[in-house]
């Protein structure tokens, strides 16, 4: 998955992302109680990692679960 599609889908589950250290970088915070985060690395190609496009479809699948 692209990063730029990574933060756009993001964006609409979770809100404007707080900009980490550089342009690379996006970080969400997650609607449920502590402190969890979802941050979007750009790598190679312009792709997202993909342990973190994993990390945010699981954080996606929570929400949907949790608005239900």
Same mark, same amino acid.
């Given at each position: 998955?692209?990063?730029?599609?990574?933060?756009k889908?993001?964006? =609409? =589950?979770f809100?404007? +992302?707080r900009?980490?250290?550089?342009?690379h970088?996006? @970080?969400?915070k997650?609607p449920?109680?502590?402190d +969890?985060? @979802?941050?979007?690395?750009?790598? +190679?190609?312009?792709?997202?990692? +993909? =342990?973190q496009v &994993?990390?945010?479809i699981?954080? @996606?699948?929570?929400? &949907? *679960?949790m608005? *239900?």
């Open positions: 998955m692209s990063f730029s599609d990574a933060v889908l993001a964006t =609409y =589950y809100g404007e +992302p900009k980490g250290s550089g342009s970088v996006a @970080i969400f997650m449920w109680a502590g +969890p985060r @979802i941050n979007l690395q750009k790598g +190679p190609g312009g792709k997202a990692k +993909p =342990y &994993k990390q945010l699981s954080a @996606i699948d929570k929400k &949907k *679960e608005d *239900e």
